[in-house]
């Protein structure tokens, strides 16, 4: 079965970093896509960033550009999301999106809170 596994989250300053992992079982990393969502406490669901191949291809949201990164170690089949320049409206439930064969799966999310 497929199954993702988000972790890494936690309290942090503005202006800190953090890096979240997503293990990923029962995809191919390879060969399809992987990214990260967040949501906030009453609002909608937004992407982040995501990649797709071997190739290492990744688009960013504009608000996240030059702050934060993904990355995969196909190895250890987990994703990265390093997170620099943490702002306050960073705070969310971030969370792991894999699509394979028309299917979207999804991680039970792992809370980034952002604040002085």
């Known amino acids: 079965q497929v199954q993702l596994v988000e972790s890494g989250g936690g309290l942090v300053q503005p202006g800190g970093s953090l890096r979240l992992s997503c293990v990923v079982s029962?995809?191919?990393?390879?060969?399809?896509?992987i990214g990260w969502f967040r949501q906030a406490p009453g609002k909608g669901r937004e992407g982040i960033s995501c990649?797709?191949?071997?190739?290492?291809?990744?688009v960013y949201a504009d608000l996240v550009k030059g702050r934060f990164a993904i990355s995969r170690d196909n190895t250890k089949y987990t994703v990265y999301l390093q997170m620099n320049s943490l702002k306050p409206e960073d705070t969310a439930v971030y969370y792991c999106?894999?699509?394979?064969?028309?299917?979207?799966?999804w991680g039970q999310g792992t809370q980034v809170t952002v604040s002085s």
């Open positions: 029962g995809i191919n990393l390879d060969y399809n896509y």
């Open positions: 999106n894999a699509i394979a064969t028309g299917t979207s799966y």
């Open positions: 990649t797709v191949g071997s190739d290492d291809t990744a």
